[in-house]
């Protein structure tokens, strides 16, 4: 019996260089995506660069946490304000044209 956490939604890497070699699955209720997650010594990527929440109605966020940036489509996050986070939105860490830290949020609801 697999007793692992059922994901509310993946990260998927936008370019096959990305950060992660295969998505990241989101499974806790609040979940950091850092330089461990991550899986890069980069220092401008802090060690809780961005938190992915969700929540018991199913509603999801990311919320910066970093000095050098979060972007969602294309647009910097205001630290420590979370922003609702749908199906087939981009997070960007560090820079909007970022391509090694770009994912697509894929939401577990949407997959049906």
Same mark, same amino acid.
């Given at each position: 019996?697999?007793?692992a956490?059922t994901? &509310? @939604?993946?990260?998927?890497p936008?370019a096959? /260089?990305? @950060? !992660?070699?295969?998505?990241?699955?989101?499974?806790?209720p609040?979940? $950091?995506?850092?330089r461990t997650e !991550?899986?890069t *010594?980069r220092?401008l990527v802090s060690?809780?660069h961005a938190?992915?929440?969700h *929540?018991?109605?199913?509603a999801?966020?990311v919320? /910066? $946490? *970093?000095?050098n940036g979060?972007?969602?489509n294309g647009? $910097?996050?205001?630290?420590n304000?979370?922003a609702p986070?749908?199906?087939g /939105?981009?997070?960007?860490?560090?820079?909007a044209d970022s391509?090694?830290?770009a994912?697509? &949020?894929v939401a577990?609801?949407?997959?049906g």
């Open positions: 019996m697999d007793d956490p994901p &509310y @939604g993946w990260l998927q936008l096959a /260089d990305a @950060g !992660l070699a295969e998505p990241l699955a989101l499974t806790a609040e979940q $950091r995506v850092g !991550l899986k *010594s220092k060690k809780a938190i992915l929440a *929540s018991a109605a199913g999801a966020t919320e /910066d $946490r *970093s000095v979060t972007f969602l647009a $910097r996050l205001p630290q304000d979370p986070l749908q199906h /939105d981009v997070v960007t860490l560090l820079a391509a090694e830290f994912f697509v &949020y577990a609801a949407a997959l």
